[in-house]
C-alpha cells in the first residue's frame, strides 16, 4: 500500500481515500484514480488526452468527467484553478502536479484493494484537442505537432523497433498486409503479422525498419487505404513522404493448407519486383519470408527474435500486436499473457505485456513483470532497451534517470539510433521538467545530430519543436522562434498539412502574444488553410478561434465575427461541447464588446447552460461577466453591478472577474484611483487573464487617474 502525504493531506492509493488531519474527505472513485495517477506522474506534465486513456480508457463519454473530477479535486484541496497550489491547468496542453513536498509511504499490511486499473481506450489519440482557456486567452504555445509519434517522444515508449548498426541505414517501409484469403479471421495478419515481419530486420547491419505508426500516419496523410494492396504509384508516394529507400507490401491469398505470400517491393533504384512464398502454416511462412528478404535485401542471414518456434504463439502474438495497434491495450493484455505462458523465452511478448499493463496503468504489475524480464534477457539484447525505458518511467522521479541512462548507453553499443534517440529525448524532457537546461540543451542537441546524420526528418522536426518550446519555457525567444521556423521547413517539404497547420497556429500565438497583430494573422490564415487541405477540423477550430480572438484584442468587431461563427459551425460538426462552449462564449465576448444584446443573448444563455452541464463554473463566471461588461459598455451601471453580486457569490472568495468588474463600476462611479488598483492587482495576481483589452483598461484608468489629481 502506498500513501502519499502533502501539505496537510493524506492519500491512501490502495484504498482511494483522501484525509486531512485525520478526517476523511469524500472522492469518487474516478477522482481517486485521477488523483492517483496525477501523484503518480507528479514529475511531469500530463495530457488531458492521456488522463482520458488512462483514467477512463473506453468507460469515457465526453469531457464533462474530466472537469467534474478536477473540480471535486480542488474543492477537496481547498484551492482554485486561478490560484492553485497542488494543481495547475495548462491551457491546450493539460494538468500538472505542482506541489513539491510529496512524501510516499510504504505498509505492508492494506485492507482489500479497490479496483483503480482503467480499461483500454477504443482507439489510438493521434489527434491534439485544445485544452481549455479559462480567460479566453490564448496560450504561447500550444503541444507540438499531431505526429510526434507517442513512440519516440518523452513520455512514449516505442513500439516499432529499428535494426541496430554503427552506420547510417537503408530504411525499410512495410506496409499493413493486404489479407485477400476472404476470411475475417485472418484480420490480424493486418498489423500483427506485418509488424513481427518488419521486427525481423532487428539485428540487420545494413537495414532499417521505418516504426509501425510512422508508417500508418503517412498512409492516412496520402490517403492510402490501410490493407490495400501497394501499387507502385502508391509505393513511389509512401517513398517520398517517408524518406523510404525500400517499400514493401505484402498481399495474402489461399488458405486452409496452403497459404500464398505475394510481396511486391519498390527498391532504392525504384524499380519493383514481385516475390511468391507458400506453406501450409501462415506465420511459419511469414516468418521463412522474413528471413529470406533480410538475406536477399542485405545479405544478413541471421535468425530472428520476432518470432517463436511454437506457432500457436506467433498466431497469438500477432492477435495481440493487431489489437495494441488499434489501440485496445487491456483486450490486448490476455493474448500476450498466453505467449508468455506458452513461451517464457519469447521475452517480446513478455515486454508487449509490461507495456500494455504501463498504458492501462497496472503500474506494479508492470514493474514486477519488467524486473522479472531483465533477470531473463542478455545484457547487448535490443529488447533490454526498451525495458529500461519501461522501467524508467515506472520508477520513482529520483530512480528514472539511470535507467535511460542504461538505455542510451546500450543502445550506443548496438547502434540502434531510433533507441539513441529515444533515451535522449526521455533524458532531456527528465532534466527540463527538474530545470536542468544545460543538461536538457545537449541531449535536445545530441538528438538532433543524430537525427540530422540518419536522414530521419520526422524526427528531426519533431525535435525541433521540441527545441523551440524548451527555448520559450526559458524566455529565450529568438532561439525558439529560430527552431520553430525549421520545424515547419521540414513538415512543408513533407508536405504534413497538419503538422504546418499547427506550427502557423503556435507562430500566430506568439505574434498575437507580443503584439504583432498583422503576423499573427498571416500564421492564423495560414492555418485555417492547411488545416482545411488535411480535413483536420481540430487544427481549424483553434485557428478560427485565435483569429478571432486576436480581431477582438484590435477591437476590429465585424471582422473577429465572421472566424467566430465559422469556428462555432465547425465545433457543432464535431459533436463535443465543451468546443462548442468555448466558440459560444468567444461570440458572447463579442457582442459585450459591440455592444450587441441580441449576439450575447444568443450565445450568452447557451454558454450558461453548457457550463452548469458541464460542471464548469469558472467559465460560468466568464459568461455572466460578459453581461455586466455589456451594461458598462450602455453606460447602465447599477444593472452591471447586479452581475458583479451574482459572481461574488459563485466565486467563494477571490476572482479576477470580481476585481475586474469591480474596476469597472469604480470607474464609472469617477473613483479612478481605486479602478487603477483593481485592475493593476489583476494584472499582477492572474497574469493569465490578461489580454490587450485589459491592458487599455488599465492605461485608461491610469490616465483619468492622473487627471483626476
Sequence with gaps: MTIYAFASFRFDSTRGSLSQAGNELKLRPQTARFLHFVLKNRIRLISKEELVAQVWGEDFVNDQAV??????????????????????????????????????????????????????????????H???????????????????????????????????????????????FNNATGDSQLQWVELGLMDMVSQSFTGTGDLAPIPTQRVLKAMKDGGIQRGAALTQESALQLRSQLGADWVIGITVRGGGETFILECFSLDPKGKTQDRRYSGSVLTQLAGTMATKLKQELSGDATPTQAFSSDPFVNQTYAHGLQLLYDGFEKKAIPYFEICLQKDPLFLWGGYRLAFCQFQIGQLEQARILAESLMARVAPKESVRGDLLTLMGFLADEKDAEPFHREALTLWRELGDQEGQSVALLNLAGHYSEHD???????????????????????????????????????????????????????????ESKENMAYVHINLGDHYAYT??????????????????????????????????????????????????????DLTLTLGNPYEEMEARLSLAKLGSLMPDEALLKEHGERSIALAQQLV?????????????????????????????????????????????????????????????????????????????????????????QKNND
Aim: charged share 25%; net charge neutral.
Design 130 to 176: 485544445p485544452q481549455p482557456a479559462v480567460a479566453k486567452r490564448r496560450g504561447r504555445l500550444v503541444a507540438l505537432g499531431v505526429v510526434l509519434l507517442s513512440a519516440l517522444i518523452y513520455v512514449g515508449l516505442r513500439l516499432g523497433r529499428n535494426a541496430p548498426s554503427a552506420t547510417p541505414r537503408a530504411r525499410v517501409a512495410f506496409l499493413p
Design 436 to 494: 536542468q537546461f544545460q543538461q536538457a540543451s545537449e541531449m535536445y542537441k545530441e538528438a538532433l545530430v543524430l537525427a540530422q546524420e540518419t536522414g530521419d526528418e520526422h524526427t528531426r522536426a519533431s525535435v525541433y519543436g521540441m527545441m523551440a518550446q524548451f527555448f520559450f519555457d526559458k524566455n529565450e525567444v529568438a532561439k525558439g522562434l529560430s527552431y520553430m521556423d525549421q520545424e515547419l521547413a521540414i513538415w512543408t517539404k513533407l
Design 616 to 704: 464548469e463554473p469558472e467559465h460560468e463566471i466568464y459568461a455572466w461577466s460578459f453581461y455586466g461588461d455589456f451594461w458598462f459598455n450602455m453606460g447602465d451601471a447599477q444593472k452591471a453591478v447586479t452581475y458583479l453580486d451574482k459572481i461574488r457569490e459563485m466565486a467563494e472568495g477571490d476572482h479576477p472577474m470580481v476585481f475586474l468588474m469591480q474596476a469597472r463600476a469604480f470607474f464609472v462611479e469617477g473613483d479612478f484611483t481605486r479602478a487603477y488598483e483593481k485592475q493593476n492587482e489583476v494584472k499582477q495576481r492572474w497574469p493569465g487573464v490578461w489580454d490587450g483589452l485589459e491592458e487599455r483598461r488599465l492605461q485608461a484608468y491610469k490616465k483619468a
Design 67 to 128: 472537469f467534474q473530477c478536477v473540480n471535486q479535486l480542488r474543492k477537496a484541496l481547498g484551492e482554485s484553478a486561478q490560484e492553485p497550489r497542488f494543481l495547475r491547468t495548462i491551457p491546450r496542453k493539460g494538468y500538472r502536479w505542482i506541489f513539491d513536498g510529496v512524501t510516499e509511504e510504504s505498509e505492508d499490511k492494506s485492507p482489500a484493494p479497490v479496483e483503480v486499473d482503467k480499461p483500454a481506450p477504443q482507439g489510438p489519440v493521434v489527434a491534439r
Design 515 to 568: 503584439g504583432n497583430p498583422e503576423l499573427a494573422r498571416d500564421h492564423l490564415n495560414k492555418a485555417v488553410t492547411y488545416s482545411k487541405q488535411a480535413g483536420y477540423i481540430p487544427s481549424e477550430v483553434m485557428a478560427l478561434n485565435g483569429l478571432g480572438e486576436l480581431e477582438i484584442e484590435l477591437e476590429q468587431w465585424p471582422q473577429a465575427r465572421i472566424p467566430l461563427t465559422r469556428c462555432l
